[in-house]
């Protein structure tokens, strides 16, 4: 082996070293995604309010109320047919002060997903997150996915898939999340 080729293959081995010592310090050094879990309070993603235009923040925009923080899109079937469970829900809760926070990873502009709300007649809060990066921060692996919220922002309970939301069941986890004083 030349010293050419000897320099060349030492080269390539420092880079190799360095690479795996960065990647050993990201692995053990880097802050943990903050996620969503429950127990934990939602993470504050940005989003935009269709009904306003305005960007909101979940966790603050929602505090002091429980509320169903719902990622889904106009293309999932299962969250076409868990949308009329949602809306009534919000409609037997809506006064007492639960919200839902239906959160569109549609990445078109808001028209289709507007003629979506209006089609089906829901009166809850619409968001639009076009780049879809809350399945990311919320850590998701699909649509719909669910989170319910306490007053304090702590998930108390995560669906995976549509969920009928006017079951008994789910009546039963908003009305003691809404009469719970803590």
Same mark, same amino acid.
Request: charged share 15%.
């Given at each position: /082996? ?12 420092? !880079? ?16 943990? +995604? =903050?996620?969503?879990? !429950? ?16 960007? *909101? ?8 109320? !429980? ?10 079937? +299962?969250?076409? $047919? =868990? /949308?009329?469970?949602? =809306? ?5 809760y809506g006064d007492r002060g639960f919200r839902v926070a239906a959160v569109s990873i549609d990445a078109t502009d808001p028209a289709p997903v507007l003629a979506f709300v209006r089609r089906l007649g829901l009166s809850f809060d619409i968001l639009h997150d076009r780049s ?8 998701? *692996? ?12 702590? *998930?108390?309970?995560?669906? /995976?898939?549509? $969920?009928?939301?006017?079951? +008994? !069941?789910?009546?039963?986890?908003? $009305? ?7």
């Open positions: /082996m030349s010293a050419a080729s000897r320099r060349a293959w030492i080269a390539v081995m420092l !880079v190799a070293a360095l690479l795996g010592v960065g990647a050993w310090a990201l692995v053990c050094y880097a802050p943990q +995604p =903050e996620g969503a879990q !429950v127990g934990r309070r939602i993470p504050d993603y940005r989003l935009r309010q269709l009904a306003t235009g305005d960007t *909101i923040g979940i966790r603050t925009a929602y505090a002091g109320h !429980v509320t169903l923080v719902n990622i889904w899109a106009t293309w999932c079937h +299962p969250c076409l $047919e =868990e /949308m009329p469970s949602l =809306e009534r829900l919000y409609r037997a879809g990066t809350i399945q990311q921060a919320y850590q998701t *692996i699909g649509v719909p996915t669910s989170f319910l919220i306490d007053k304090h922002g702590r *998930i108390t309970y995560i669906a /995976m898939g549509a $969920e009928a939301w006017d079951s +008994p !069941v789910d009546h039963l986890r908003i $009305e003691h999340l809404l009469l719970r004083a803590d």
